[in-house]
């Protein structure tokens, strides 16, 4: 499997800077936004993430309608939902949304490299199909 | 305007659950970073890492981090833990700087949201009234959250206390910032404010000098015990 490019969208700062640092120390390409907005911009910019990391609870556009917004620009991105909401109803309507799936804050790192390397096998297979390979 | 004492406990209800849900969010973020943190330093003491200096400096730099945020889940743990005794006696002596100060605390996770600093000026002066603290702390959620909602990005709300007269406090709030809709006809038409007013027996006055600007002055003073 190629280098997996994860984007992790989170607006508690330490939290994504340190989880960035753990991911990049696991051979995993990382690159992180505090508002969804910024991830929106940067997904227009051209970078082309197998899996974004979403945390439901921001500032300004929250992770359901950021999650609705990456999938129209790209429905092949698979989102991770990461919340400390404590609701499931927000996951639950996350699923819903097309996300691949959700996990609870705090995050156990071992659980997360495995859903992240599901969600991209799920994405790659799905790109080959399409005869595409988005390149990432 | 009136309303009646059972839906003004449901409104307090609904309050103390929207405290404890956001407080509890803000916890779990903390906790969150310091998992993070501890995953962090294991990692780099697992890794090969020939540097032994950098590490040590960055594993200095992660504890402080760490140290920092077990303060502040611990000072949120605190105001919490503050909060939900307020309403264990109705009416009694009590620093308004206090329960102001414990509120201040378990709103900054809703201001963060919405980009907005909230601030409470203690000042030099504690007042003590004689009064219902939680009450007073419903009424300063009810006429602060909805100046937080209206309020767009980089607005400040801050809270001054003074004293008045002995037994008799003065809680200036003023809402710097452009604000959506007209907060302050929402805020003198809510009948939880007005229930709050009238069961602390309050005076409010209210001051829009521009569309920016708006401060609201209460009164608390001290009640008799029943």
Same mark, same amino acid.
């Given at each position: 499997m190629s280098k997996i490019n994860v984007l992790l969208v989170d607006d508690e700062m330490e939290f994504a800077e340190t989880l960035a640092e753990r991911l990049r120390m696991r051979s995993i390409d990382v690159k992180v936004a505090s508002r969804a907005d910024e991830a929106l911009t940067i997904l227009d910019s051209g970078l082309q993430p197998d899996v974004v990391l979403l945390d439901?609870?921001?500032?300004?556009?929250d992770g359901m309608e950021a999650l609705r917004e990456i999938k129209a620009r790209d429905p092949l991105i698979e989102a991770i939902l990461l919340t400390g909401h404590g609701a499931a109803a927000s996951s639950i309507e996350g699923m819903k949304s097309g996300a691949f799936d959700y996990l609870m804050k705090p995050v156990d790192i071992s659980e997360l490299i495995v859903k992240i390397e599901q969600a991209v096998a799920k994405k790659r297979a799905v790109d080959q199909e399409s005869g595409g390979g988005s390149g990432s | 305007m009136n309303i009646s004492d059972d839906l003004f406990r449901q409104g307090q209800i609904a309050f103390n659950g929207r405290i404890i849900a956001d407080a509890t969010h803000e916890i779990q973020n903390h906790f969150a970073v310091i998992k993070e943190y501890s995953g962090l330093i294991a990692d780099l003491l697992q890794?090969?890492? #020939? *540097?032994i200096n950098r590490t040590n400096k960055r594993c200095a730099q992660i504890t402080k981090s760490i140290n920092e945020r077990a303060d502040r889940a611990a000072q949120m743990v605190d105001a919490l833990n503050g909060f939900a005794h #307020? @309403?264990? *006696? +109705?009416v009694r002596r009590f620093k308004v700087n206090e329960a102001a100060a414990e509120l201040t605390v378990l709103l900054q996770r809703h201001a963060a949201l919405r980009r907005v600093a909230l601030d409470l000026d203690a000042g030099t002066e504690t007042p003590v009234v004689t009064n219902d603290a939680s009450v007073l702390q419903y009424l300063l959620f009810s006429l602060i959250t909805p100046l937080l909602d209206a309020m767009e990005e980089n607005g400040s709300i801050a809270q001054h206390i003074s004293t008045e007269t002995s037994g008799t406090a003065m809680i200036n709030i003023v809402a710097d910032g452009k604000m959506n809709g007209s907060p302050e006809q929402d805020l003198i038409s809510s009948k939880a404010v007005d229930k709050c007013l009238e069961k602390l027996a309050a005076g409010i006055s209210m001051n829009t000098? +521009? @569309?920016d600007h708006l401060q609201i002055l209460l009164n608390i003073p001290s009640v008799a015990v029943a």
């Open positions: 439901i609870k921001m500032p300004g556009i | 890794t090969k890492q #020939r *540097v #307020r @309403g264990d *006696v +109705s000098e +521009s @569309g």
